[in-house]
């Protein structure tokens, strides 16, 4: 196979929305195809359980496998200094002697593998995935022209296993979406792959609004926003969360925002009076958080029920959650 139908497959892999695993069994079949090596190993990594996990692997046996699995492997990667963006390194040419990696010394060399290459997966744009290791069974170190090859080859196979690239396919399911991002557990946010970035989604109240809701196991919400951060766009965008399905558990979900802006006729005080009724807060809260009279917000609830068709407070909320028609109240800060 040469190198340019691989690429071309490599590409096509990473654009798919298929299961993850379907890609990397792909991604792997399409490199041993390519590449002589004895065997491959395809691992991501597991800041939740600080284990590298196999998506994928050619030429290894089930007790290797099994080996590789272990704290103890994170940990030696991480001396090794392979969790960093780097081109590839022959496991010969680490900071850390062979010898000193009980991995090798336990496990790879007696399965009968002597060397092996190295390649660090981070997505551009987005967090460090996991790490690519082709091993041999000589002890000839991998050639100049495949070091190349292989890092030129590296953004392209992190982004097919890049795990926010299967929210994709549940965000498409959101009519109208037009930017994304991903959130991870551990605080940190990406731009979801396939979509544009938007500033309301950029170290912004929304993104804590979503980490909240997530957080306490909601799998769904849709809402609305202001969009003066985006005047092109029209008062108020819509933004849906939605819990991450088929991905690591180090990966919370997506918020997605969409330029919806009609929302059963409600004004945007009308909205955010909503958003209060949905938290439970009674009429004189409402005006306290609001700093509007009492009798204010009255006529607005009035005016809320005649719009949703709705004969109850309650209902309204209902229906408010139901059709994502009404803006959340930002968080307290706690002192």
Same mark, same amino acid.
């Given at each position: !196979?040469?190198?340019?139908? *691989?690429?071309?497959?490599?590409?096509?892999?990473?654009?798919?929305?298929?299961?993850?695993?379907?890609? %990397?069994?792909?991604?792997?079949?399409?490199?041993? $195809?390519?590449?002589?090596?004895?065997?491959?190993?395809?691992?991501?990594?597991? =800041?939740?359980?600080?284990?590298?996990?196999?998506?994928?692997?050619?030429?290894?046996?089930?007790? *290797?496998?099994?080996?590789?699995?272990? =704290?103890?492997?994170?940990?030696?990667?991480?001396? /090794?200094?392979?969790?960093?963006?780097?081109?590839?390194? +022959? *496991? %010969?040419?680490?900071?850390?002697?062979?010898?000193?990696?009980?991995?090798? +010394?336990?496990?790879?060399? #007696?399965?009968?593998?002597?060397?092996?290459?190295?390649?660090?997966?981070?997505?551009? $744009?987005?967090?460090?995935?996991? !790490?690519?290791?082709?091993?041999?069974?000589?002890?000839?170190?991998?050639?100049?022209?495949?070091?190349?090859?292989?890092?030129?080859?590296? =953004?392209?196979?992190?982004?097919?296993?890049?795990?926010?690239?299967?929210?994709?396919?549940?965000?498409?399911?959101?009519? $109208?979406?037009?930017?994304?991002?991903?959130?991870?557990?551990?605080?940190?946010?990406?731009?979801? #792959?396939?979509?544009?970035?938007?500033?309301?989604?950029?170290?912004?109240?929304?993104?804590?609004?979503?980490?909240?809701?997530?957080?306490? $196991?909601?799998?769904?919400?849709?809402? !609305?926003?202001?969009?003066?951060?985006?005047?092109?766009?029209?008062?108020?965008?819509?933004?849906?969360?939605?819990?991450?399905?088929?991905?690591?558990?180090?990966?919370?979900? %997506?918020?997605?925002?969409?330029?919806? +802006?009609?929302?059963?006729?409600? %004004? #945007?005080?009308? !909205?955010?009076?909503?958003?209060?009724?949905?938290?439970?807060?009674?009429?004189?809260?409402? /005006?306290?958080?609001?700093?509007?009279?009492?009798?204010?917000?009255?006529?607005?609830?009035?005016?809320?029920?005649?719009?949703?068709?709705?004969?109850?407070?309650?209902?309204? /909320?209902?229906?408010?959650?139901?059709?994502?028609?009404?803006?959340?109240?930002?968080?307290?800060?706690?002192?």
């Amino acid at each position: !196979m040469q190198n340019d139908e *691989v690429v071309a497959e490599i590409v096509d892999i990473a654009a798919s929305t298929v299961p993850l695993l379907e890609r %990397t069994r792909g991604l792997v079949e399409s490199l041993d $195809g390519w590449l002589a090596v004895d065997a491959i190993w395809l691992s991501l990594a597991d =800041p939740e359980s600080n284990v590298y996990a196999t998506v994928g692997s050619t030429g290894l046996e089930r007790p *290797v496998l099994e080996y590789l699995d272990r =704290p103890t492997v994170a940990r030696e990667i991480q001396l /090794a200094e392979l969790n960093q963006d780097r081109p590839p390194i +022959a *496991v %010969t040419e680490l900071p850390v002697p062979v010898e000193g990696l009980p991995t090798w +010394a336990e496990c790879l060399i #007696p399965a009968g593998f002597r060397d092996g290459l190295a390649v660090p997966l981070i997505e551009p $744009g987005g967090p460090y995935l996991g !790490m690519l290791s082709l091993l041999y069974s000589s002890t000839e170190p991998p050639s100049g022209r495949l070091r190349d090859s292989i890092g030129q080859l590296a =953004p392209l196979i992190a982004r097919a296993v890049s795990p926010l690239r299967s929210l994709l396919a549940t965000a498409r399911l959101v009519r $109208g979406a037009t930017a994304g991002a991903v959130l991870l557990r551990d605080g940190s946010t990406y731009p979801l #792959p396939g979509l544009e970035n938007h500033p309301s989604l950029v170290d912004s109240l929304v993104l804590g609004i979503a980490r909240q809701t997530l957080l306490a $196991g909601q799998v769904y919400r849709s809402f !609305m926003w202001p969009s003066q951060d985006a005047p092109d766009l029209a008062d108020h965008v819509r933004i849906t969360v939605l819990a991450a399905t088929d991905a690591p558990a180090f990966v919370l979900g %997506t918020v997605l925002l969409a330029p919806d +802006a009609e929302c059963r006729g409600l %004004t #945007p005080r009308e !909205m955010e009076v909503l958003g209060l009724i949905v938290e439970g807060r009674s009429n004189q809260q409402i /005006a306290t958080r609001l700093t509007v009279a009492p009798r204010t917000v009255a006529a607005h609830v009035e005016h809320i029920l005649h719009k949703l068709e709705v004969p109850t407070r309650t209902l309204a /909320a209902v229906q408010a959650e139901r059709e994502g028609c009404y803006v959340p109240p930002c968080p307290r800060v706690r002192r």
